[in-house]
């Protein structure tokens, strides 16, 4: 099959549509390829055609901006045939009825089969009325709860990061697979418009398998903000989205994006996700003001600004503060190997966050686009496991930043469960997400005890 352009845009009906190149550089930003022309957008490096890697083409509308991966032709077949039944006669409406209780005039007939019709629909209202009653005793009050008290030794948040649409949808699937099977929540944190050209909701069905996992597994995947564009505005701590930005900037970023993953999703949560992990008291001020509760940015971030040595989770100008302390991604040999490549260092991200765009195109773009992945290195499992451990044995909250775009290998599946496995195999470690933890604390159903926690469970339904 051969891949072609529609005649009109899906969304407006546009007839005045472009062919977009989506490439990836190896920094991990993800663009249109004219957008390389000069240097890449993200780390300011002078760009050839052989760094870039492709990724998918797709249609983008002259008039609305929105962008549609290009259509396969033969991919929509033939409509499929419609029959409609052929009514019977008058004559043929009683044929069931033997030969011999039926009048013989034609008039005697119709009284007859009206006299059927009011026979039926006596017996239906009777049956209705008997049931009535049956029905609103089964309904009844919801449910109880029966909730109770746990002790534990530390508390793990898993924060699965650059949530975007058509990128790797199967390496997201398969990272969310192994929370699904292991039985442990995440926090997604969601990029609702990746590039300032890209919204969540240009791809429906990324969009319906979110919808998915919040109807078939409830309580188990928060739908977080993951800011705007995700993309570098400002130097602010090596660079940041929001940072360093005016109130009225912030403001309109973080109300953009939240409107449109709100138009994803059935139930966005209140936790605000900073691309870079990097913001300031503005953020915060901007955030609390749209009813967001909860930041959760990066430690070796929070540590340096709030003067909080090694505070995970702290309370600060009428917000929860819940740092990632341990990321999967080794983002320190990512920078070393960079600068033994080209002798040159790229900080903006701090070693935090990446900014990844679109998905596939086919079998030799998409593994080009897995090899440039496989460049990241990740921790090995011991020193995720000790990490762990230390926070454990502390008594602290654990909180561990994935980018599910780098699990393109069984290999780094199967780390990721191994880490989860190890963990559980503490019987006294609280999973929950951002959201739960936050509201845990503020209502009280999450209590720091002098050797660790204390947990009012189910805590997915004492803090709903």
Partial sequence: MTD??????????????????????????????????????????????????????????????????????????????????????????????????????????????????????AAGIAGAVSVTPMLQESQGDPETVETSWEEYDSIVVFRNDDIQPWYNPEAMRAVDRVFIDEEVPVTLAIIPQTGGEAPLTDDPDLCTYLRSLETDHPDQFEMALHGYTHESETDFY??????????????????EGAAILDE??????????PPMNTYDETTVEVS????????????????????????????????????ETQSMEDWSAYAEDEYAEDGDTDDSDNGSDSNDNDGDSGDEDEAETEDAHEDVPFHD????????????????????????????????????????????????????????????????????????????????EVTQ
């Fill in 381 to 460: 499992l011991e020193t995720l496991t000790d990490s762990f451990d230390d926070s454990h044995a502390d008594g602290d909250v654990h909180v561990v930043m994935l980018h599910y775009q780098y699990f393109t290998t069984d290999e780094r599946l199967e780390l990721l469960e191994s880490l989860i496995q190890h963990m559980k195999g503490e019987d006294d470690v609280a999973f929950m997400t951002v959201e739960q933890l936050s509201a845990g604390l503020e209502t009280g159903a999450i209590e720091e005890t002098d050797d660790g926690w204390r947990v009012h469970e189910p805590i997915a």
């Fill in 264 to 273: 994803c999703v059935e139930s966005p949560s209140s936790t605000f996700v």
């Fill in 288 to 323: 609390a003001a749209a009813n967001y509760t909860t930041v959760s940015g990066g430690q070796w971030f929070t540590d340096q600004y709030y003067d909080e040595p090694n505070g995970t989770v702290f309370e600060d100008s009428g917000v929860i503060h819940v740092p």
């Fill in 238 to 255: 090596g660079g940041s989205e929001f940072g360093g930005l005016s109130e009225s900037e912030q403001r309109e970023r973080l109300g």
């Fill in 4 to 121: 072609t352009a529609p005649d009109r845009c899906l969304h407006c009906g546009s007839r005045s549509l472009d062919v977009d190149r989506i490439v990836e550089h190896g920094c991990g930003h993800v663009d249109s390829f004219d957008a390389f022309s000069e240097a890449c957008p993200k780390c300011g490096r002078e760009t050839a055609a052989e760094d870039l890697s492709a990724v998918q083409t797709v249609d983008r509308c002259r008039d609305c901006g929105v962008r549609a991966p290009v259509l396969a032709t033969g991919s929509i077949g033939p409509l499929p045939a419609v029959s409609v039944p052929t009514l019977p006669s008058p004559d043929e409406q009683l044929n069931w009825v033997p030969a011999r209780f039926l009048p013989d005039s034609r008039r005697s007939r119709q009284l007859f089969s009206t006299l059927l019709v009011l026979v039926v629909l």
